[in-house]
């Protein structure tokens, strides 16, 4: 088993930034891709940005690309989100996703494990 836990949440005006963690815990060395998702109020998950472990490679949402950078450590214990330019629609609670197979894809049904999630308001 894989444990996750967010962290970095808050309250941000609109432009400015913050900086999410994802703790990751326990047999990390069977997965192979990390992500991050969303989930607004009355809305469905939706993807943010993804990275693979081995290699580092990236796959942003178009809503990400340009504002959001995601990172991992080599130890397989942290994944990062750093959002700037933060806007009113970026809120929500943002959630960290592992899946075994290293590839990139940014449906939630292929991650097998998830965090609790950290709350993002962005005021206007």
């Known amino acids: 088993q894989v444990q996750l836990v967010e962290s970095g949440g808050g309250l941000v005006r609109t432009g400015g930034s913050l900086a999410l963690s994802c703790a990751a815990s326990?047999?990390?060395?069977?997965?192979?891709?990390m992500g991050w998702f969303r989930q607004a109020p009355g809305k469905g998950r939706e993807f943010v940005a993804a990275?693979?472990?081995?290699?580092?490679?990236?796959y942003y949402a178009d809503s990400a690309k340009g504002r959001f950078t995601i990172s991992r450590d080599n130890a397989k214990t942290s994944v990062y989100l750093q959002m700037n330019s933060l806007k009113p629609e970026d809120t929500a609670v943002y959630y960290c996703a592992g899946r075994r197979i290293g590839v990139l894809t940014p449906m939630p049904e292929g991650y097998e494990y998830w965090g609790q999630g950290t709350q993002v308001t962005v005021s206007s």
């Open positions: 990275i693979t472990w081995s290699g580092g490679s990236t």
């Open positions: 326990g047999r990390t060395s069977s997965t192979g891709v």
